[in-house]
């Protein structure tokens, strides 16, 4: 018997319009405050990354960006590297990443399952190399590659404020019965925090949006910690709407994300980030409602340790 194949736009169609869920831990530091972040790990990819890449790729398409057999190319810490593997499984797009070698097993093993490419940096030379790497790559073989450059693609932010951030506004409204107004997010390619940030401020213009920023050392996957020599900028992102920078490190990450799976939300370090800091900018008691982002499953770092029993 033959097994039909699975149709992409089925794929697409289970993208988004993820839960809203409050997290009660908020109140430790402040009793008027509530806090709502957006459970990404639905996502049939397991991270927020799936909402961009699938924006991207089908415009790509659209555009005809991959005929004569052109490969997909971008740098990836892993998830949205995932999302490209799935997605391009899924649409036929033959894809290649590069990773940098400190990206966590679980993330390397799914983006190879799907059938894509992986090239692997060293992992001391960090992420601004791989993606350095993959402009090289583009650069040398255009013919071969179409660089889909997550930091540059303007369909990466639009994603998030056509999905993301309508979705928040109408989830915290339901919930709450207001908009909210703070956000907190972090900077990986930038896309969350600018095309959701605008959406929020769109809708009410006074929106508090503070970003989380990690140590350069040991750092935290998926983030960048913007304002060191040396350090990529995405181009894509809008440094304008960054009211507050809060700093948080990798043990106050892990720390959040063993109280966070204790309450039933299997998350990883940057979600963990992104609840500590909205729990530093609770604590002040200026901001009633907070809104932030769990970004993938905890399953995807069983292998850093961070999970380990005892």
């Given at each position: 018997?033959?097994?039909?194949?699975?149709?992409?736009?089925?794929?697409?169609?289970?993208?988004?319009?993820?839960?809203?869920?409050?997290?009660?831990?908020?109140?430790?530091?402040?009793?008027?405050?509530?806090?709502?972040?957006?459970?990404?790990?639905?996502?049939?990819?397991?991270?927020?990354?799936?909402?961009?890449?699938?924006?991207?790729?089908?415009?790509?398409?659209?555009?005809?960006?991959?005929?004569?057999?052109?490969?997909?190319?971008?740098?990836?810490?892993?998830?949205?590297?995932?999302?490209?593997?799935?997605?391009?499984?899924?649409?036929?797009?033959?894809?290649?990443?590069?990773?940098?070698?400190?990206?966590?097993?679980?993330?390397?093993?799914?983006?190879?399952?799907?059938?894509?490419?992986?090239?692997?940096?060293?992992?001391?030379?960090?992420?601004?190399?791989?993606?350095?790497?993959?402009?090289?790559?583009?650069?040398?073989?255009?013919e071969r590659y179409w660089y889909c450059d997550q930091y540059s693609n303007e369909d990466n932010w639009r994603a998030h404020f056509e999905g993301t951030g309508r979705e928040i506004l109408t989830q915290v409204m339901e919930q709450a019965g207001t908009l909210p107004d703070a956000l907190v997010?972090?900077?990986?390619?930038?896309?969350?925090?600018?095309?959701?940030?605008?959406?929020?401020?769109?809708?009410?213009?006074?929106?508090?949006?503070?970003?989380?920023?990690?140590?350069?050392?040991?750092?935290?996957?998926?983030?960048?910690?913007?304002?060191?020599?040396?350090?990529?900028?995405?181009?894509?992102?809008?440094?304008?709407?960054?009211?507050?920078?809060?700093?948080?490190?990798?043990?106050?990450?892990?720390?959040?994300?063993?109280?966070?799976?204790?309450l039933g939300l299997f998350v990883g370090p940057s979600s963990g980030a992104f609840i500590h800091g909205a729990m530093k900018l609770a604590a002040g008691g200026r901001y009633k409602t907070i809104v932030t982002v769990l970004s993938d499953t905890g399953e995807r770092y069983v292998s850093t340790?961070?999970?380990?029993?005892?």
């Open positions: 018997m033959k097994l039909e194949s699975m149709k992409p736009n089925e794929l697409l169609a289970a993208i988004g319009d993820t839960p809203l869920v409050e997290i009660p831990l908020v109140k430790e530091v402040s009793s008027t405050t509530r806090l709502f972040a957006k459970l990404e790990s639905v996502n049939p990819g397991g991270s927020i990354k799936d909402r961009p890449v699938a924006r991207m790729l089908t415009q790509a398409m659209a555009a005809g960006k991959f005929e004569n057999g052109r490969r997909l190319l971008d740098s990836s810490s892993g998830n949205a590297g995932i999302s490209y593997a799935m997605l391009g499984a899924a649409l036929g797009i033959p894809v290649t990443i590069v990773v940098p070698g400190n990206a966590s097993e679980e993330r390397l093993s799914r983006i190879a399952s799907h059938g894509a490419e992986l090239i692997i940096t060293d992992p001391l030379e960090g992420y601004d190399f791989a993606l350095r790497e993959a402009h090289r790559l583009a650069e040398e073989r255009p997010a972090g900077v990986g390619t930038g896309g969350t925090l600018t095309g959701a940030g605008r959406r929020l401020r769109e809708a009410r213009a006074e929106t508090h949006i503070a970003a989380v920023i990690p140590e350069t050392f040991p750092g935290i996957e998926g983030l960048k910690p913007l304002g060191h020599p040396g350090d990529i900028v995405p181009k894509i992102l809008d440094e304008s709407l960054i009211d507050e920078r809060i700093p948080v490190t990798l043990d106050e990450a892990v720390a959040m994300c063993r109280r966070l799976v204790r340790g961070m999970w380990k029993r005892g």
